[in-house]
């Protein structure tokens, strides 16, 4: 290699040399690969997938969607809830019946464990 090559007396000229049609023969295989057939088909690919999904997620929200916007019937009250209201108003007709038989004495016992018991409040 030589060692006294010196960068200034090249110029303005090209260092290295390239084939006359090489710029055009490159721009000629770029546009070639780039807006060839397969790039049209990935263009129709990313277009069709969209709206397909589009098309899917429309159909799903029209199935699950009521037809009357008043929403039809009011709803009652279900009956888990009756069930449990009958069942409060026979546990408290019990409670009174079973608090009648009681003596005063047994009503004052209660009455003073009722007062300590941190669970009933």
Do not use: W
């Not at 069709?48 to 899917?56: D, E, F, G, K």
């Amino acid at each position: 290699m030589n060692r006294d090559f010196d960068f200034d007396d090249i110029g303005k000229r090209m260092p290295y040399k390239t084939p006359e049609s090489f710029f055009e023969d490159n721009r000629r295989r770029i546009l070639k690969h780039t807006c060839g057939e397969e790039r049209r088909v990935k263009n129709r690919l990313h277009i069709i997938i969209p709206t397909v999904l589009a098309a899917a997620a429309l159909l799903a929200g029209l199935l699950f969607m009521p037809l009357e916007p008043g929403g039809g019937e009011v709803p009652t009250a279900s009956p888990t809830l009756v069930l449990m209201a009958e069942t409060e108003s026979a546990n408290s007709d019990a409670m009174d019946h079973f608090i009648e038989n009681l003596s005063d004495e047994e009503l004052q016992e209660l009455a003073e464990l009722s007062e300590t018991d941190i669970f009933l409040f």
